[in-house]
């Protein structure tokens, strides 16, 4: 009697991946707020990344831990602290989200070799207790990444100060 029409089904499954994007909003309201301008899921790059940051030359990933099995060893496959692979169908789940995991790896070396950095938040590093420390770390890398591509070691501390009062990297010019 609960059978679900093949429309209810994709509306059901919907709903569920539009509750699973909160994480993303999360992020792109932090860095928004952090003075970051993005593109989203950008179809032509591999991977499809959530966030792509072209002035940091940087694709931003925010994956669920879940389906991307954070915390999980690829060679053991054992559940995580994060990701509990399920005792039913268990060899289902293990392949499936060991593919999830090399399909990761192999798309962040594609964009690597492209020239791209990749960060991938996961989405227990965005409960609300963790939440602005994680973005507060994601905008230093992104800093970081700048001021190492841009190659500014050779810029005298005072005048990237001024230039730029929002690179935190600045303080620690040695
Ligand atoms: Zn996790």
């Not at 499954?13 to 992020?27: C, L």
């Not at 053991?76 to 990761?104: G, L, Q, Y």
Request: net charge positive; aromatic share 8%; charged share 30%.
């Amino acid at each position: 009697m609960d059978k679900l029409s093949p429309q209810q089904r994709h509306k059901t499954m919907a709903e569920i991946r539009n509750k699973n994007t909160k994480p993303e909003i999360i992020v792109r309201k932090g860095l928004w707020k952090r003075g970051f301008r993005y593109r989203l899921n950008h179809k032509r790059l591999p991977g499809h990344p959530d966030l792509v940051l072209r002035k940091y030359r940087t694709c931003i990933f925010i994956n669920g831990c879940f389906w991307h099995g954070h915390l999980v060893d690829s060679s053991t496959m054992e559940s995580s602290a994060c990701c509990k692979i399920p005792t039913t169908n268990h060899d289902f789940w293990v392949a499936k989200i060991r593919r999830n995991k090399e399909r990761d790896k192999e798309e962040q070396r594609k964009l690597a070799e492209m020239g791209w950095h990749c960060i991938t938040v996961w989405e227990c590093e965005l409960k609300p207790k963790q939440r602005e420390q994680t973005l507060d770390s994601i905008a230093f890398t992104l800093n970081h990444i700048w001021l190492q591509d841009h190659g500014a070691k050779s810029i005298p501390y005072p005048q990237l100060e001024e230039e730029d009062m929002q690179m935190p990297m600045a303080a620690e010019e040695k």
